[in-house]
């Protein structure tokens, strides 16, 4: 008997070892956006938005409901999605925020998992530009888009698989709610 | 005791006698009849008012429901009696949203407007209706035939609505930024390919 329970100890250690990395991986495609949290009344417009959950669950429901092709395309492309967070703000003034905030959520993207996909460096405003992606295995479990200009500042957060292709193809022909976001400079 | 003298007055009784006597002051005169007063009321019965009694209230209460008519009746017919006509401006609530062809069909509004009443005067219309006629109603084809039939659409509860537009917004973000880094990179790499053929 007593054998048998330490072969069901060693059983369940190897389990711990064996999931806990890939359980850390999922955590750590997570940014914090702390640092942002002042922004929000310097900046003239703020888009601030968490959808996680139940209310992932409940935005990837109606998407199933949709009997249109691209709502369906939309539908499978999140179909893992665990979480989506996004931070904008645009400033009336250039320089009205400090970049060290910005810049430590870079730094985030310099921990282990996290692999560079794109960097952009525009002396024009100013602009940054980093897209990072990490991968669990063969499947993409996390994105982050970092996007920094003299007036604005944007963090977009995916945790879990996303087509990227698709959706940037599918952007702007969904019944996507138009938003003040400078794209141009 | 012989009680004769009691009766008829024949024999003696001196018990009799004695009291006869002490009373005599009292005694009438047979000789002479019992005078009549001199004024006589005669008191009438009164009948009893049952009828007033049972019908009085009924009566008033119904004088008072006339009154009442009347006086409505002719503030009508002078068109001073108000009439409320409400026109409800409100727009679907967030709930009722709904989902048509994979589209959702937003309200205009998330809030619910207020209900503007608007206070009228009623014109007294007279309408002559015509029992025995039955209406026949004759559908108009060229309208008809313009007419498609709608499929229902699918609604969309608050939190859903809700959820989806979050969802939407998300995208919508991730999608534009991460357009702006690949138009970014095909501009540096259509320059570097212009360069390429120009060397």
């Known amino acids: 008997m007593k054998s048998f329970i330490k072969h069901l100890l060693k059983i369940a250690l190897l389990a711990v070892f064996v999931l806990l990395p890939s359980a850390a991986n999922a955590q750590d495609a997570r940014l914090r956006f702390e640092k942002l949290n002042g922004l929000e009344t310097k900046a003239r417009d703020v888009v601030e938005v968490n959808i996680e959950g139940k209310l992932l669950d409940l935005a ?12 369906q395309k939309v539908s499978q492309a999140i179909k893992d999605l665990k979480g989506i967070y996004v931070r904008v703000y645009n400033f009336e003034n250039e320089n009205e925020y400090n970049i060290g905030d910005v810049d430590e959520i870079r730094n985030q993207l310099t921990a282990p998992g996290w692999e560079k996909l794109a960097n952009v460096r525009s002396k024009k405003n100013n602009q940054k530009v980093d897209v990072y992606t990490m991968f669990t295995g063969d499947v993409m479990s996390g994105l982050a888009v970092v996007v920094s200009e003299s007036k604005s500042i944007a963090l977009v957060n995916v945790i879990g698989p996303i087509d990227i292709d698709l959706l940037m193809e599918l952007s702007g022909k969904m019944n996507i709610p138009k938003i003040d976001i400078d794209t141009n400079k | 005791m012989k009680e004769d003298y009691l009766w008829d007055k024949t024999g003696e009784d001196a018990e009799i006698q004695a009291l006869e006597n002490a009373l005599m002051a009292f005694r009438c005169e047979e000789t002479a009849p019992p005078e009549l007063p001199q004024k006589v009321f005669t ?10 009694q049972r019908f009085g209230f009924a009566f008033a209460a119904f004088a008072a429901v006339a009154v009442i008519f009347c006086a409505v009746w002719f503030q009508i017919a002078d068109n001073k009696i108000p009439v409320i006509e409400t026109v409800a401006e409100t727009t679907a609530p967030k709930n009722e949203d709904q989902v048509t062809d994979g589209q959702i069909i937003k309200t205009p509004d998330d809030v619910i407007a207020p209900v503007k009443i608007v206070q009228t005067t009623a014109p007294r219309v007279a309408a002559k209706i015509r029992r025995n006629a039955v209406p026949v109603v004759r559908p108009n084809k060229a309208v008809l035939r313009n007419i498609k039939v709608k499929e229902p659409a699918e609604t969309l509860t608050a939190e859903e609505k809700y959820a989806y537009d979050q969802l939407m917004l998300a995208l919508s973000i991730t999608g534009s930024k991460l357009k702006i880094v690949k138009d970014k990179i095909d501009g540096i790499e259509e320059q570097n390919a212009v360069l390429d053929t120009v060397k």
Not at chain 1, 60 to 71: F, G
Not at chain 2, 43 to 52: D, G, I, S, T
């Open chain 1, 60 to 71: 990837r429901r109606v998407m199933t409901k949709s009997k249109d092709a691209d709502a």
């Open chain 2, 43 to 52: 008191v009438e019965k009164a009948e009893p008012r049952r009828f007033f």
